[in-house]
């Protein structure tokens, strides 16, 4: 193994977990109503220590994650890769996205702070974040498993390649859509699952809000768990990629479980914050799917089971 790859390979593994901790944390701060805990940026309260108050201490420990943990990391993955693999673009272009997500996401969070937690900001600063996570899944598939790519590959597997790609933007898309459910204040618009406030179809705007993400929801996990079924039943599926797909599979129903409870007990905020852990979850798990589908390295060999 080069040496090289070694460390490559050990960053950007370092890299996706402590950004997924950070995209947890974030969560943590956005539940617990902590997002003005410091109301300045980058300070908090014009001191680098911030004061021993509940609140302010939840958001300036996500700020020390980011600035001190994530963003050193980051930088430092992508410079190995500029300096010693400039030539592989799929290791280059992607750890250049994140440097320029991870400035984007830092200033995103200073505005968020400074407009004082506009709902718009907020779920963009999600979004943002999710992409920037995204971004380092890449990086780390790729030093392991090689470059992305269609050739050579069967076209049947290409067709499970499409949709597992299609299979992460709904996630994608599912996630946007929660988080556009805490950004306009309709978390407690439904207070039953699954029904809302006991009738099917919602009668205001924010119950709408809320019914649309359980919707996008059911329809998502539709087409998700058809093909994680797929992968996972094909006879040339290694057992690895198996119990992948098994866990990505049992995620996505312990998400929805997990966001029944939080309606059902009353929207308890430790339980808003590992529904939206689990949902940074399966995005980094379809994610990995997806793109083992597509590394030349991954021996699968996929056909429609009956």
């Keep these: 193994m080069e040496q090289s790859h070694?460390?490559?390979?050990?960053?950007?593994?370092?890299?996706v977990l402590f950004v997924f901790g950070l995209v947890v944390l974030g969560g943590v701060v956005r539940v617990t109503g902590s997002g003005l805990g410091c109301p300045d940026w980058p300070l908090c309260y014009g001191s680098l220590i911030p004061p021993l108050e509940y609140t302010?201490?939840?958001?300036?420990?996500?700020r020390f994650v980011a600035s001190v943990l994530v963003s050193p990391?980051?930088?430092?993955?992508?410079?190995?890769?500029w300096l010693r693999h400039r030539r592989e673009r799929w290791l280059v272009i992607p750890s250049s996205i994140s440097v320029v997500l991870l400035i984007f996401q830092a200033l995103l969070g200073g505005v968020t702070v400074l407009t004082e937690l506009p709902g718009a900001v907020v779920a963009s600063h999600l979004a943002?974040?999710?992409?920037?996570l995204g971004s380092l899944v890449l990086v780390m598939v790729v030093s392991y498993r090689g470059p992305l790519g269609f050739d050579g590959t069967s076209k049947t597997r290409r067709g499970f390649s499409m949709m597992t790609i299609l299979a992460s933007i709904g996630v994608y898309l599912l996630i946007i859509s929660g988080s556009v459910v805490t950004a306009s204040h309709a978390t407690g618009a439904c207070i039953n699952w699954p029904l809302c406030n006991?009738?099917?179809?919602?009668?205001?705007?924010?119950?709408?809000?809320?019914?649309?993400?359980r919707?996008?929801?059911?329809?998502i996990g539709c087409f998700l768990i058809f093909v994680l079924q797929w992968g996972y039943r094909d006879s040339h599926s290694t057992n690895g990629f198996r119990i992948l797909s098994g866990v990505t599979g049992a995620t996505f129903v312990i998400q929805v479980l997990v966001g029944a409870f939080v309606v059902w007990s009353g929207f308890q905020s430790h339980l808003l914050a590992f529904h939206l852990a689990m949902s940074a979850l399966l995005w980094v798990c379809?994610?990995?799917?997806s793109m083992l589908t597509l590394t030349k390295s991954q021996d699968?060999?996929?056909?429609?089971?009956?």
């Design 73 to 81: 990391l980051v930088i430092l993955t992508c410079g190995l890769i």
């Design 128 to 132: 943002l974040g999710q992409a920037f």
């Design 6 to 15: 070694f460390w490559i390979r050990f960053f950007s593994t370092i890299s």
């Design 286 to 289: 379809i994610l990995i799917i």
């Design 215 to 219: 919707l996008v929801a059911v329809l």
């Design 300 to 306: 699968i060999d996929l056909a429609v089971r009956s």
């Design 198 to 213: 006991s009738t099917l179809i919602p009668e205001s705007v924010l119950s709408v809000i809320h019914m649309g993400h």
């Design 56 to 62: 302010a201490i939840i958001e300036y420990s996500h």
